[in-house]
Nanobody, 126 residues
Framework: QLQLVESGGGLVQPGGSLRLSCAAS????????IGWFRQAPGKEREGVSC????????NYASSVKGRFTISRDNAKNTVYLQMNSLKPEDTAVYYC???????????????????WGQGTQVTISS
């Protein structure tokens, strides 16, 4: 059974950093594009970043470009989201998602992903 488990969320002051992890079980990440998404209270789920299954190609939402970095360690079956220079508007529940797509592209679009984790809360506040 395909399962994704996020971890690493928490409360951080503005300007701080967090690293989120998305651990996969029941399948190997090698053939999957992986995305990170977030949802703040009262708002729709939005795309943050994604990484392709081949070539490590990445895409980022304009709001996080230059501050967030997505990476994958297929040997550990885990994808990471390094978040730096965090802002209060980054506060949300962060989800990782997987979609079987063997290739060099990914799309930061929730509709493009079919398997989701349960989410981890990220709160940026002083």
């Amino acid at each position: 059974q395909l399962q994704l488990v996020e971890s690493g969320g928490g409360l951080v002051q503005p300007g701080g950093s967090l690293r989120l992890s998305c651990a996969a079980s029941g399948f190997t990440l090698d053939y999957y594009a992986i995305g990170w998404f977030r949802q703040a209270p009262g708002k729709e789920r939005e795309g943050v970043s994604c990484i392709s299954s081949r070539g490590g190609r990445t895409n980022y939402a304009s709001s996080v470009k230059g501050r967030f970095t997505i990476s994958r360690d297929n040997a550990k079956n885990t994808v990471y989201l390094q978040m730096n220079s965090l802002k209060p508007e980054d506060t949300a529940v962060y989800y990782c998602a997987a979609e079987a797509r063997l290739g060099y592209v990914c799309y930061v679009d929730p509709a493009d992903f079919g398997s989701w984790g349960q989410g981890t809360q990220v709160t940026i506040s002083s």
